[in-house]
């Protein structure tokens, strides 16, 4: 039998991030995802750079056998390349990134795994986990010291022990699995498993038929769940492509990988097209400022890749003689952004046709950007996306609360901390109990959920400090 992912990849920069550090991948026999880290800007080149050096596998033809040395020689070979990164940038050191691969064989699929991003497999109404997380506090699972509920919430949860920093040393777990048609692999970024409870995405995963709905469900809970951190999915179901009809075969490049900007959804790109553009986008060479991939047009500060795409397409629509349902679709988006120094819910999508733009000010609230927290800030310029006119109304109170956080702690002269969004919305997992601020505002003082840190030395048990 023929068999091919059918698949869809999503990314979003998250609550509190200005940058996507995260990349992924969605091909016909080709699913990856990396979760960058460290150094400056070093997360988003270290991602690109892996998920760049696996693209080609996914137009090759091979045997399992083959296969399997095929990805080990080009995560071997990206590793290497980010070690000569680091070498001739030192502003790149303690950079790495994580990497999820799956590459598809006939029935096989192999993957590849390091760090604590995770897969999972949706296979007759059960989902299991496929991968373990190269992590200080699963080893502390596994030794019997913790359970794993209270792995949840450890203030050492993101010691990575292993991921991919350019050391020789760096190697991942390798497996092949024998796959069915039906199968439905899943996977996942942090930002999602750390913010969304297990049960809730095996609800999901098994509920929901079509890979870009599901992928987008996904997205859309982790960031109702307050995420701060990049969220990035990838969905590929087994499908025989002899009963299927019309899978599809334009590959999804999404997060930094795409064009280094923050936050991106699905970009389609050619099969002759891909690798090379990912290349640019990996090395960070100065023709990366004119890449822009599918989109192929001007960007803007809050242009992400969706909304490039549905202007083109939009564009498309009209030079070929107009079309109500393309302008129609444009007016069901919103997102929001500044207008008059206020935060304002527009919408439409952020661009324009020549004199006429394709976004209005659905209403201006009375939340000042500047009594936000600078993140917030970025992310305003930038522009926050909403899957609907609720999904907005939900982040506007979100900003409600972090702009009366922060003008009580400048009334108190404290500086304008992040409060978390569990106060108001709960999480489904348990989030990290709130700690006195040392400047005594009462606002907790947490860790940056994306500070991830490398262990010198993964055999040895470092004496951790208790949480502050």
């Known amino acids: 039998m023929p068999f091919a992912f059918h698949y869809a990849a999503r990314s979003d920069v998250g609550m509190v991030r200005s940058k996507n550090e995260d990349s992924g991948y969605a091909g016909p026999h080709l699913l990856a995802m990396a979760d960058g880290m460290g150094g400056h800007a070093g997360g988003e080149v270290a991602s690109s750079m892996v998920v760049a050096a696996l693209v080609d596998l996914d137009g090759q033809s091979l045997s399992g056998r083959d296969?399997?040395?095929?990805?080990?020689?080009?995560?071997?070979?990206?590793?290497?390349?980010?070690?000569?990164?680091?070498?001739?940038?030192?502003?790149?050191?303690?950079?790495?990134?994580?990497?999820?691969?799956?590459?598809?064989?006939?029935?096989k699929i192999t993957l590849a795994h390091i760090g604590d991003s995770r897969a999972f497999l949706a296979r007759d109404g059960k989902v299991t986990q496929l991968t373990k997380d190269h992590s200080?506090?699963?080893?502390?699972v596994d030794e019997g010291r913790i359970t794993a509920e209270e792995a949840k919430t450890h203030p050492q949860r993101s010691l990575v022990t292993r991921v991919l920093t350019g050391s020789s040393e760096d190697e991942p777990d390798l497996v092949v699995r024998?796959?069915?048609?039906?199968?439905?692999?899943?996977?996942?970024?942090?930002?999602?498993?750390?913010?969304?409870?297990?049960?809730?995405?095996?609800?999901?995963?098994?509920?929901?038929?079509?890979?870009?709905?599901?992928?987008?469900?996904?997205?859309?809970?982790?960031?109702?769940?307050?995420?701060?951190?990049?969220?990035?999915?990838?969905?590929?179901?087994?499908?025989?492509?002899?009963?299927?009809?019309?899978?599809?075969?334009?590959?999804?490049?999404?997060?930094?990988?795409?064009?280094?900007?923050?936050?991106?959804?699905?970009?389609?790109?050619?099969?002759?097209a891909k690798a090379a553009a990912l290349t640019k986008a990996a090395t960070g060479s100065d023709e990366d400022e004119e890449l822009h991939l599918a989109e192929e047009g001007p960007r803007t500060k809050r242009g992400t890749a969706l909304r490039v795409a549905a202007a083109?397409?939009?564009?498309?629509?009209?030079?070929?003689?107009?079309?109500?349902?393309?302008?129609?679709?444009?007016?069901?988006?919103?997102?929001?952004?500044?207008?008059?120094g206020f935060v304002t819910v527009f919408r439409g999508v952020d661009q324009t046709l020549g004199p006429v733009a394709l976004s209005s000010p659905e209403y201006e609230t009375t939340i000042a950007v500047d009594d936000l927290p600078t993140s917030y800030q970025n992310s305003i310029e930038n522009g926050i996306t909403a899957a609907d006119r609720a999904n907005?109304?939900?982040?506007?109170?979100?900003?409600?609360?972090?702009?009366?956080?922060?003008?009580?702690?400048?009334?108190?002269?404290?500086?304008?901390?992040t409060v978390p969004r569990t106060w108001?919305?709960?999480?489904?997992?348990?989030?990290?109990?709130?700690?006195?601020?040392?400047?005594?505002?009462?606002?907790?003082?947490?860790?940056?959920?994306?500070?991830?840190?490398?262990?010198?030395?993964?055999t040895s048990s470092p004496t951790i400090p208790p949480p502050a």
């Open 67 to 107: 296969a399997s040395q095929a990805l080990l020689d080009r995560i071997t070979r990206a590793n290497r390349d980010i070690g000569e990164q680091i070498g001739d940038d030192p502003s790149l050191d303690g950079m790495g990134t994580t990497l999820i691969a799956m590459l598809r064989t006939g029935e």
């Open 136 to 140: 200080f506090v699963q080893n502390l």
């Open 178 to 272: 024998q796959g069915k048609a039906g199968d439905r692999y899943l996977i996942a970024s942090d930002g999602l498993t750390d913010y969304v409870a297990r049960d809730t995405v095996d609800e999901v995963l098994l509920e929901t038929t079509d890979p870009g709905e599901c992928a987008e469900r996904l997205v859309s809970l982790a960031l109702k769940a307050g995420a701060p951190d990049n969220v990035t999915i990838v969905v590929g179901d087994l499908v025989d492509i002899a009963k299927v009809a019309a899978p599809p075969t334009q590959p999804q490049v999404v997060g930094a990988a795409a064009v280094r900007t923050t936050g991106t959804r699905p970009i389609p790109t050619s099969p002759a």
């Open 312 to 340: 083109l397409l939009i564009a498309a629509v009209v030079v070929a003689g107009g079309s109500y349902g393309a302008w129609a679709w444009s007016q069901q988006q919103y997102y929001l952004g500044a207008q008059n």
């Open 392 to 417: 907005a109304d939900e982040r506007v109170d979100e900003l409600r609360l972090q702009a009366s956080a922060c003008r009580y702690a400048k009334a108190n002269g404290d500086p304008c901390r």
């Open 424 to 458: 108001t919305t709960p999480s489904p997992t348990p989030s990290p109990s709130p700690t006195p601020s040392p400047s005594g505002s009462g606002l907790p003082s947490l860790p940056d959920p994306d500070s991830s840190t490398l262990l010198p030395d993964p």
